[in-house]
């Protein structure tokens, strides 16, 4: 099991910028596929980005070329840099865990992630 903790959400206006940044301990971290989702009010939980041991990435279509994600393996830390923030983009925000033989990527179904952050709320306003 994976005790992550995420931090770094607040409340920005639009077209600002965050970094979210989830640490993990665990001393498999560098094996794992990482992703962050976020949960909007009154809506389901959605993936936004993972990535993998190879460093290789993938991004959901509502986020793609507004966020990154990357990992510092020497830290145990995984993180989501935020830019252009809009309105829609206000929720809750995880990062996860999943073991290294799925598929990683925000395809997947999210019950493949076991272990979780108890999240960090991002609030944009207009």
């Known amino acids: 099991q994976v005790h992550l903790e995420e931090s770094g959400g607040g409340s920005v206006q639009a077209g600002g910028s965050l970094r979210l940044s989830c640490v993990a301990s665990?001393?498999?971290?560098?094996?794992?596929?990482m992703a962050w989702f976020r949960q909007p009010p009154g809506k389901e939980r959605e993936g936004l980005a993972t990535?993998?041991?190879?460093?290789?990435?993938t991004y959901a279509d509502s986020v793609k070329g507004r966020v990154t994600i990357s990992s510092d393996v020497a830290e145990n830390t995984l993180y989501l840099q935020m830019n252009n923030l809009k309105p829609e983009d206000t929720a809750m925000y995880y990062c996860?865990?999943?073991?290294?033989?799925?598929?990683?990527?925000?395809?997947?179904?999210?019950?493949?992630?076991?272990?979780w952050g108890q999240g960090t709320q991002v609030t944009v306003s207009s």
């Open positions: 665990s001393n498999t971290y560098r094996r794992l596929c």
């Open positions: 990535i993998d041991s190879a460093g290789v990435t």
């Open positions: 996860a865990a999943a073991q290294p033989w799925i598929y990683c990527s925000v395809e997947v179904d999210r019950n493949l992630f076991g272990d």
